[in-house]
């Protein structure tokens, strides 16, 4: 039986290790049938991800892009056109930096320089990593691309800081890349994932007491994993989804919906 997103092409950044959200997005997409490529920050993110495509026995080719320089973004896009024949279908944006002393204390005391890293990496790099695949999306009649973000952008977290200012500014993003890039049949969506234990998000104190709370008091009486998530993008990345761009979609067994808790 085919699978949703056979001939389907998509690029998948930000994953790094088993516990990645990006990377169990993309065990989602391999599935369902999408051809995949992987861009990765550098040579310890791509033998990361070399050793997860051998075990999964999963082909797919791995370019290095630091998404925060132009340059390499515009090099990025051209490896991935000549690897898909001048076409993309999906492009996953997983990627978020904050200094961790910007993690911490109070928000006020966030740096200058703390403030624009974070957006820059954070947010910025949605916009850039978009503009780039436009054309490739275009050649291909369309496509779709998702972002994560997390609930501390419409909420104070404790310890989130600067990080859920510059998730707010992605969300935004969303919306208006969804309003510039629609004429053209490209979607732009963000899932709202619920806290879970990777890499990125052990740099956050208090990870443990947030899990365990959405577990406690969340609808579904759960938290969340990567696979929920994974399975979530798989669908926004699917012709299923295709009436839906500018949204930011919920993957949080519910948590979201509560008032003080």
Not at 73 to 95: C, N, Q, T, Y
Not at 123 to 131: D, I, P
Not at 205 to 210: K, N
Not at 232 to 258: C, K, M, N, Q
Request: with cysteine; hydrophobic share 45%; charged share 20%.
């Amino acid at each position: 039986m085919a699978g949703v997103m056979d001939g389907r092409r998509v690029l998948i950044t930000g994953a790094r290790n088993k516990w990645s959200i990006a990377w169990h997005t993309a065990l989602s997409l391999h599935r369902e049938g999408a051809q995949l490529a992987f861009s990765v920050y550098g040579e310890r993110e791509e033998g990361g991800v070399t050793k997860l495509l051998n075990e999964a026995g999963i082909e797919a080719p791995i370019f290095q892009c630091n998404a925060t320089l132009e340059e390499e973004v515009a090099r990025l896009f051209e490896h991935v056109g000549s690897a898909f024949d001048g076409k993309l279908d999906g492009l996953l944006h997983s990627m978020a930096f904050a200094k961790k002393e910007d993690l911490s204390g109070g928000y006020s005391a966030t740096s200058k320089d703390g403030f624009l890293l974070a957006h820059e990496s954070s947010a910025y790099t949605l916009v850039s990593l978009a503009n780039a695949a436009r054309p490739l999306m275009q050649a291909a009649g369309g496509g779709s691309i998702v972002t994560y973000t997390y609930l501390g952008a419409e909420r104070v977290v404790a310890n989130y800081n600067v990080m859920g200012v510059a998730k707010a500014a992605l969300e935004a993003s969303v919306r208006y890349l969804a309003a510039d890039l629609g004429p053209e049949n490209i979607r732009v969506n963000a899932i709202s994932a619920g806290p879970i234990k990777t890499l990125a998000a052990s740099g956050i104190s208090g990870l443990d007491g947030m899990i365990k709370e959405v577990g406690e008091k969340a609808p579904l009486r759960r938290a969340v994993d990567a696979d929920d998530v994974g399975d979530a993008t798989l669908f926004l990345f699917s012709p299923w989804s295709r009436g839906i761009t500018g949204e930011v979609i919920y993957v949080d067994s519910g948590y979201h919906i509560l008032g003080i808790v």
